[in-house]
Protein backbone atom coordinates (compact mmCIF):
# COMPACT_ATOMS: atom_id res chain seq x y z
CA UNK A 1 0.00 0.00 0.00
CA UNK A 2 1.72 3.59 -0.95
CA UNK A 3 0.65 6.58 0.62
CA UNK A 4 0.68 9.81 -0.73
CA UNK A 5 2.13 12.91 1.77
CA UNK A 6 1.18 16.35 0.37
CA UNK A 7 3.98 18.69 -0.70
CA UNK A 8 2.51 21.17 1.51
CA UNK A 9 2.48 18.39 4.43
CA UNK A 10 6.47 18.10 3.19
CA UNK A 11 7.46 21.10 3.39
CA UNK A 12 5.87 21.86 6.47
CA UNK A 13 7.53 18.83 8.64
CA UNK A 14 10.79 19.75 6.80
CA UNK A 15 10.19 23.65 7.93
CA UNK A 16 9.37 21.99 11.65
CA UNK A 17 12.69 20.01 11.46
CA UNK A 18 15.18 22.84 10.80
CA UNK A 19 13.66 24.88 13.72
CA UNK A 20 13.86 22.53 15.80
CA UNK A 21 17.21 22.16 14.83
CA UNK A 22 17.93 25.34 15.64
CA UNK A 23 16.67 25.39 19.06
CA UNK A 24 18.59 22.32 19.87
CA UNK A 25 21.89 24.30 18.89
CA UNK A 26 21.00 27.20 20.29
CA UNK A 27 20.02 25.09 23.69
CA UNK A 28 22.92 23.91 23.39
CA UNK A 29 25.43 26.87 23.23
CA UNK A 30 23.31 28.48 26.43
CA UNK A 31 24.24 24.92 28.49
CA UNK A 32 28.04 24.91 27.59
CA UNK A 33 27.77 28.82 28.73
CA UNK A 34 25.60 27.45 31.93
CA UNK A 35 28.21 24.46 32.25
CA UNK A 36 31.29 26.89 32.26
CA UNK A 37 33.65 26.04 35.40
CA UNK A 38 34.25 29.87 35.75
CA UNK A 39 34.88 33.11 34.44
CA UNK A 40 37.34 33.83 31.49
CA UNK A 41 40.58 35.21 32.72
CA UNK A 42 40.99 39.04 31.37
CA UNK A 43 42.61 38.20 28.46
CA UNK A 44 40.41 35.67 26.63
CA UNK A 45 37.30 37.30 28.42
CA UNK A 46 35.87 38.96 24.76
CA UNK A 47 35.43 34.83 23.87
CA UNK A 48 33.51 34.02 26.88
CA UNK A 49 30.25 33.44 24.54
CA UNK A 50 32.22 31.85 21.35
CA UNK A 51 33.08 28.05 23.35
CA UNK A 52 34.51 27.06 20.08
CA UNK A 53 37.64 29.63 19.88
CA UNK A 54 39.20 27.19 22.79
CA UNK A 55 37.44 23.57 22.69
CA UNK A 56 36.43 21.27 19.99
CA UNK A 57 33.00 19.46 21.18
CA UNK A 58 33.60 16.08 22.36
CA UNK A 59 37.71 16.58 21.95
CA UNK A 60 40.03 16.34 24.26
CA UNK A 61 43.04 16.72 21.86
CA UNK A 62 41.93 19.63 19.95
CA UNK A 63 42.20 22.42 22.81
CA UNK A 64 46.52 22.46 22.07
CA UNK A 65 45.54 23.13 18.07
CA UNK A 66 43.37 25.73 19.06
CA UNK A 67 45.78 27.23 21.38
CA UNK A 68 49.01 27.37 19.06
CA UNK A 69 46.60 29.06 16.66
CA UNK A 70 46.23 32.23 18.59
CA UNK A 71 49.89 31.99 20.41
CA UNK A 72 51.85 31.71 17.31
CA UNK A 73 54.77 32.89 18.68
CA UNK A 74 54.66 29.98 20.95
CA UNK A 75 53.72 27.40 18.28
CA UNK A 76 56.39 28.65 15.98
CA UNK A 77 59.16 27.69 19.33
CA UNK A 78 57.73 24.61 19.87
CA UNK A 79 58.17 23.72 16.03
CA UNK A 80 61.65 25.09 15.95
CA UNK A 81 62.34 23.59 19.22
CA UNK A 82 63.52 26.88 20.62
CA UNK A 83 62.79 29.30 23.61
CA UNK A 84 61.55 27.76 27.26
CA UNK A 85 58.26 25.74 25.52
CA UNK A 86 60.43 24.55 22.33
CA UNK A 87 63.68 22.93 24.35
CA UNK A 88 61.25 21.10 27.42
CA UNK A 89 60.57 17.83 25.86
CA UNK A 90 57.73 17.77 29.14
CA UNK A 91 56.41 20.94 27.46
CA UNK A 92 55.84 19.37 24.16
CA UNK A 93 54.39 16.38 25.89
CA UNK A 94 51.70 17.88 27.77
CA UNK A 95 48.11 19.89 26.85
CA UNK A 96 48.58 23.95 27.32
CA UNK A 97 45.68 23.60 30.08
CA UNK A 98 47.84 21.20 32.33
CA UNK A 99 50.57 24.36 32.93
CA UNK A 100 47.69 27.91 31.96
CA UNK A 101 44.67 27.54 33.15
CA UNK A 102 41.48 29.39 31.33
CA UNK A 103 38.16 29.90 33.50
CA UNK A 104 40.00 31.08 36.98
CA UNK A 105 38.11 34.25 37.00
CA UNK A 106 39.25 38.16 35.75
CA UNK A 107 41.79 38.47 37.86
CA UNK A 108 43.74 35.29 37.64
CA UNK A 109 47.64 35.07 36.60
CA UNK A 110 47.12 32.66 34.01
CA UNK A 111 51.46 32.49 33.27
CA UNK A 112 51.87 30.26 36.07
CA UNK A 113 55.49 31.38 36.40
CA UNK A 114 57.32 31.28 39.43
CA UNK A 115 61.30 33.06 39.24
CA UNK A 116 62.11 31.19 41.84
CA UNK A 117 61.86 27.33 40.38
CA UNK A 118 62.27 27.94 36.62
CA UNK A 119 65.01 26.28 34.93
CA UNK A 120 66.24 28.66 33.29
CA UNK A 121 68.82 25.95 31.58
CA UNK A 122 65.40 24.91 29.81
CA UNK A 123 65.92 28.44 27.65
CA UNK A 124 67.82 29.98 24.84
CA UNK A 125 69.86 31.63 27.36
CA UNK A 126 71.44 28.83 29.90
CA UNK A 127 73.15 30.72 33.23
CA UNK A 128 76.84 30.63 33.59
CA UNK A 129 79.21 31.89 35.22
CA UNK A 130 78.37 35.12 37.16
CA UNK A 131 74.96 35.43 35.05
CA UNK A 132 73.54 32.36 37.09
CA UNK A 133 73.78 34.75 40.42
CA UNK A 134 72.59 37.90 38.55
CA UNK A 135 69.35 38.86 39.97
CA UNK A 136 66.04 38.32 37.25
CA UNK A 137 65.53 42.33 36.59
CA UNK A 138 68.67 42.95 35.87
CA UNK A 139 67.79 41.18 32.41
CA UNK A 140 63.70 41.28 32.46
CA UNK A 141 62.30 44.88 32.60
CA UNK A 142 59.44 45.47 34.17
CA UNK A 143 56.20 46.01 31.67
CA UNK A 144 58.76 43.93 29.24
CA UNK A 145 57.79 39.66 28.30
CA UNK A 146 60.43 37.14 29.74
CA UNK A 147 60.87 35.97 25.76
CA UNK A 148 62.03 40.09 24.85
CA UNK A 149 65.25 39.84 27.37
CA UNK A 150 68.45 40.74 25.74
CA UNK A 151 70.54 37.70 24.76
CA UNK A 152 73.97 39.46 23.95
CA UNK A 153 76.95 40.93 25.33
CA UNK A 154 77.27 44.47 23.54
CA UNK A 155 73.25 45.18 24.91
CA UNK A 156 73.44 44.29 28.76
CA UNK A 157 77.05 45.35 29.12
CA UNK A 158 76.98 48.80 26.57
CA UNK A 159 78.08 50.60 29.91
CA UNK A 160 80.55 48.23 31.15
CA UNK A 161 82.53 48.47 27.34
CA UNK A 162 85.64 50.58 27.90
CA UNK A 163 85.30 49.97 24.17
CA UNK A 164 82.97 52.02 23.22
CA UNK A 165 81.93 49.39 20.46
CA UNK A 166 84.83 50.11 18.59
CA UNK A 167 85.60 46.00 18.84
CA UNK A 168 82.39 45.14 17.24
CA UNK A 169 79.69 43.02 19.00
CA UNK A 170 81.99 39.88 19.56
CA UNK A 171 82.49 40.41 22.97
CA UNK A 172 82.87 36.92 23.83
CA UNK A 173 86.11 36.26 22.11
CA UNK A 174 87.94 38.15 24.95
CA UNK A 175 85.36 38.19 27.55
CA UNK A 176 83.91 35.15 29.15
CA UNK A 177 80.57 34.22 31.95
CA UNK A 178 83.07 33.94 34.98
CA UNK A 179 83.46 37.92 35.00
CA UNK A 180 83.04 40.63 32.65
CA UNK A 181 86.52 41.79 33.51
CA UNK A 182 88.44 39.58 33.61
CA UNK A 183 89.16 39.34 29.92
CA UNK A 184 91.45 37.30 27.71
CA UNK A 185 92.97 37.78 23.86
CA UNK A 186 95.06 35.31 21.57
CA UNK A 187 97.26 37.76 20.15
CA UNK A 188 98.67 34.98 18.36
CA UNK A 189 95.50 34.65 15.96
CA UNK A 190 96.29 37.75 14.98
CA UNK A 191 98.68 39.26 11.90
CA UNK A 192 101.04 40.01 14.62
CA UNK A 193 101.88 37.19 17.40
CA UNK A 194 103.84 37.78 20.29
CA UNK A 195 106.91 36.81 20.89
CA UNK A 196 109.84 37.40 22.97
CA UNK A 197 109.37 40.61 25.25
CA UNK A 198 106.64 41.77 23.27
CA UNK A 199 104.47 39.21 25.39
CA UNK A 200 105.18 41.26 28.04
CA UNK A 201 105.09 44.81 26.74
CA UNK A 202 101.58 46.58 28.24
CA UNK A 203 98.66 46.71 25.65
CA UNK A 204 98.55 50.39 25.77
CA UNK A 205 102.21 50.84 24.60
CA UNK A 206 101.26 49.68 21.06
CA UNK A 207 96.90 50.14 21.36
CA UNK A 208 97.18 54.24 22.51
CA UNK A 209 93.48 55.43 23.53
CA UNK A 210 91.90 52.02 22.64
CA UNK A 211 92.65 51.93 19.06
CA UNK A 212 92.91 48.63 17.63
CA UNK A 213 93.35 48.95 14.16
CA UNK A 214 95.74 50.48 11.50
CA UNK A 215 98.27 49.52 13.62
CA UNK A 216 101.91 49.90 12.69
CA UNK A 217 103.99 46.42 13.12
CA UNK A 218 107.06 47.46 11.70
CA UNK A 219 109.98 47.81 14.37
CA UNK A 220 111.37 51.60 13.49
CA UNK A 221 107.63 52.97 13.85
CA UNK A 222 107.60 51.83 17.30
CA UNK A 223 111.42 52.10 17.88
CA UNK A 224 112.49 54.75 16.30
CA UNK A 225 113.76 56.55 19.67
CA UNK A 226 115.98 54.03 20.37
CA UNK A 227 117.65 53.50 17.04
CA UNK A 228 121.63 53.94 17.55
CA UNK A 229 121.93 54.03 14.24
CA UNK A 230 119.27 56.88 13.58
CA UNK A 231 117.54 55.15 10.67
Known amino acids: MTVTIPRGTLV?????LLLALSAATASAGKL???MMPGPLIQDHAKYEEQCEKCHRQFSKTGQKRLCLDCHEKIAADIENKRGHHGRSAEIRRVECRECHGDHLGRKANVLNFDPETFDHQVSDFPLRGAHAIAPCRACHKPGKKFREAPGR????????????GR???K???CHNERGWTKARFDH???DFPLKGRHRKTPCKACHPNER???ITTRCYDCHRLEDVHQG
Open 188 to 190: DKT
Open 167 to 169: LGK
Open 212 to 214: YKH
Open 12 to 16: RLFTG
Open 171 to 173: CQQ
Open 32 to 34: HTL
Open 153 to 164: CNICHKDDDVHK
